[in-house]
C-alpha cells in the first residue's frame, strides 16, 4: 500500500483527496492537516510514502515543507507532490527544486492525481501536462543558484543514456520512454539510474534540470 499524507487548508479539498485515495485499491491516506507545521511534523513522524502538499497554507506554506521534508539539504528526502489551484511559473520552479517529485493543479482530476502519487511512490516525476516543458525550459535560462545542485558527468553519458535523458527532460514518462524508444521499462529504469550516479543528480526532475541546463535538450 502507498501511505499518504494530505496537506490542505481548506476541509472540502482534503475530503475529496481523502475519497480519491481511500478508494483506490494501493494507496492509504495516513493523515491529512490543515497547515504546514503539522505537515512537517506528521510527516516526519509518520514517513508516508506520498506526501501532498497545497502551497497556500498557514503557519507554513507548502514550498517551505517541500524543502523542509524533499530539499536538497535533507538526508532523507520524502516524495512530495504539490498540488494547487496557481499555475505560476514561480511556484512550479521553487517546488521542484526544493525537491518535489511532482506538480499538478487541482482542476487535473482523480486520475491523473492518482498518477502522480504513483509515479512519485515508484521514482518518477508527474507535472501537470500543460506546464512540463514551458517549465523545464525555465532552467535553461534560469540563475545558476535557482538550479538544482549537479555536477558534470563523472564519466560520459552513453548515446542511449543521453536518448533517456532527452526524453525525460520533455516530460515523458518511463513508460512513454520505454514506448518511444523500444526498451523494456527495467532498462529504461537502469540508465536513469545510471545517468543520477554519473551527474550527481538525485531524481528525474534534477536530470531534466541538468538537460535544459546543459543544453542536452533544447526544443
Known sequence: MIRVLIADDQDMVRTGFRMIVDASDDMEVVADVADGIDAVSKARE??????????RMPGMDGLEVTRQLAGPDVADPLKVVVVTTFD???YVHSALTGGASGFLLKDAGPALLLEA????????????????????????DAPAEDVPTV?????????????????????????EIGEELFLSLSTVKTHLAAVQNKIGARNRVEI???????????D
Open 46 to 55: 509518520l514517513r508516508p510514502d506520498v506526501c501532498l502538499l497545497d502551497i
Open 151 to 175: 555536477e558534470e558527468p563523472a564519466e560520459p553519458l552513453t548515446t542511449r543514456e543521453l536518448d533517456v535523458v532527452r526524453a525525460a527532460a520533455r516530460g515523458c514518462t518511463n513508460t
Open 208 to 218: 531534466a534540470a541538468w538537460a535544459w541546463r546543459n543544453r542536452v535538450v533544447t
Open 88 to 90: 505560476l511559473d514561480e
Open 117 to 140: 502519487i504513483r509515479a512519485a511512490a515508484r521514482g518518477d516525476a508527474l507535472v501537470s501536462p500543460q506546464i512540463t516543458v514551458r517549465l523545464l525550459q525555465h532552467f535553461a
